[in-house]
């Protein structure tokens, strides 16, 4: 892939030390996708035909989404870039500041030349059983496994041994890549009833756990907080919800069936509905404002507070990680705290019931929610 004009500017610092040729293709292409599926259902005689057994296996591919590959278009002009972590009183307008600009050095958007597509392997494994009254139960376990998901990395970065940055009239840059890696878990129950006799009903459970060390799906990604450890940013994902249970039904009320005339007009075709949904929180990543001239490397992204031994990261105004909850860290070290998302955000709980006449609503709602934490960015 490339730029017709060849206008576009491809950066790579081991390849071409800077900016490539012009004309560079932005990467090459991946073409050992091998993508087998399969799938069995197995209905056994002995249950009179009213359980299924049914399992997958299937491995799927993903080139990502179109701005995933902008980012050559979006460095032919000079890019540069200012932090308050850097400049304390940096505001707006940044006419007073770009006096700045170049001291921080060339700062543009990077693709890895050798990226491949992401790619997904998922199984399940399902038994569905026939229930009395036009019931149906389902139970089963479903996982997947991604590699090669999309992450930005930070690059560029200041060697702790030489003080120096690879490629010194730059500063820090991001590499867009595939080097995220993910896993998901779950246990998943369903009991439904389909529109028989008036009434239809669907209840969903699901157990769930996913894990990542940077990536949450095409374009988009977390920032790590140390470039040289991928790995030690695997934890929960900020998609991770641990259960989630949701029902609905609809019922027809029974009277007005039979009614002529104007009664029957009134009284015939209510029905009542409702929803419910309920989740567990998702994981809250807590993170700290650090000057880059105080880290080793000089990556200020992501920087998470060590945790303090009996210190709640919850205070009494639900707050996260308020001020003073953490310790920052010293000057020149990273943080010990390696454990990303830390915290956890509010449950939610919510219903919605409605009656409904021909072609008529007259809703009737109520909502119920948790009181929300207040998360705070910790100072230092």
């Known amino acids: 892939m490339h730029e017709v004009l060849g206008r576009a500017a ?4 081991l390849g071409c030390g800077g900016f490539c040729p012009q004309g560079t293709p932005y990467y090459s292409p991946d073409r050992n996708n091998f993508a087998p599926r399969v799938g069995l259902a197995w209905s056994p005689s002995a249950l009179k035909g009213r359980t299924v057994i049914r399992t997958g296996f299937g491995i799927y591919y993903s080139p990502g989404q179109n701005d995933d590959f902008s980012d050559p278009h979006e460095s032919t002009a000079g890019r540069y870039a200012l932090s ?4 304390p009183n940096l505001s707006y307008p940044i006419t007073p500041f770009q006096s700045q600009l170049q001291s921080q050095g060339l700062s543009p958007k990077g693709i890895d030349r050798g990226r491949r597509d992401m790619y997904y392997q998922n199984w399940d494994f399902m038994i569905q059983q026939q229930l009395p009254y036009h019931f149906v139960g389902q139970a089963g376990y479903i996982g997947s496994v991604g590699h090669k998901l999309f ?6 970065l200041i ?14 840059f991001g590499v867009k890549g595939n080097r995220a890696n993910s896993n998901f878990n779950a246990l998943q129950a369903s009991l439904n009833r389909a529109f028989t006799s008036g009434w239809l009903w669907q209840t969903q459970y699901m157990w769930s756990h996913a894990i990542s060390d940077g ?6 990604s977390v920032a790590v907080e140390n470039a040289a450890c991928f790995s030690c940013d695997r934890s929960a994902a900020p998609f991770d919800v641990r259960h989630t249970l949701s029902m609905n039904s609809v019922y027809q009320l029974p009277f007005g069936r039979r009614s002529n005339g104007w009664t029957g007009e009134l009284c015939r075709g209510w029905e009542l509905s409702g929803i419910g949904t309920a989740s567990s929180g998702r994981p809250v990543n807590i993170v700290v404002t650090r000057s880059s001239s105080n880290l080793p490397d000089g990556n200020s992204s992501n920087q998470r507070p060590d945790l303090v031994p009996g210190v709640s990261i919850y205070p009494a105004q639900h707050g996260i990680c308020s001020s003073g909850q953490g310790n920052v860290g010293e000057r020149g070290t990273l943080h010990r705290e390696r454990t990303r998302s830390v915290g956890g955000g509010p449950r939610a709980r919510e219903a919605d019931a409605h009656s409904r006449a021909c072609e008529s609503d007259f809703p009737r709602r109520g909502f119920q929610h948790v009181q929300p934490p207040d998360f705070r960015e910790s100072g230092g």
């Not at 491809?10 to 610092?13: A, Q, T």
């Not at 992450?151 to 560029?156: G, L």
Request: glycine letters at 8%.
């Open 159 to 172: 060697d702790p041994v030489t003080k120096k940055r690879p490629l010194p009239e730059f500063g820090k």
């Open 10 to 13: 491809v950066i790579d610092i």
């Open 84 to 87: 308050s972590a850097d400049v």
């Open 215 to 220: 990536s949450v799906g095409a374009g988009e």
């Open 151 to 156: 992450s930005n990395t930070p690059s560029n």
